[in-house]
């Protein structure tokens, strides 16, 4: 183990949050919170796996 690498916990952090607000607005029924919700989600996923390949890449995964 490296250690904590800070930025892709926090991207994962921000995808949970995404997904609980996709619940919430299921929930209540708001079709503009889901959608952001899971744009958001779409493109959190998105960067952090490009930042993990770019990391792997360059050795420091």
Do not use: H, P, Q
């Given at each position: 183990m490296n250690g904590i690498k800070w930025n892709l916990l926090l991207l994962a952090t921000i995808g949970a949050f995404s997904i609980v607000g996709f619940g919430i607005s299921v929930g209540a029924s708001s079709y503009i919170g889901m959608i952001a919700c899971l744009i958001i989600l779409i493109a959190v996923t998105g960067y952090g796996f490009k930042t993990k390949k770019k990391m792997r890449?360059?050795?420091?995964?």
């Amino acid at each position: 183990m490296n250690g904590i690498k800070w930025n892709l916990l926090l991207l994962a952090t921000i995808g949970a949050f995404s997904i609980v607000g996709f619940g919430i607005s299921v929930g209540a029924s708001s079709y503009i919170g889901m959608i952001a919700c899971l744009i958001i989600l779409i493109a959190v996923t998105g960067y952090g796996f490009k930042t993990k390949k770019k990391m792997r890449d360059e050795g420091k995964l």
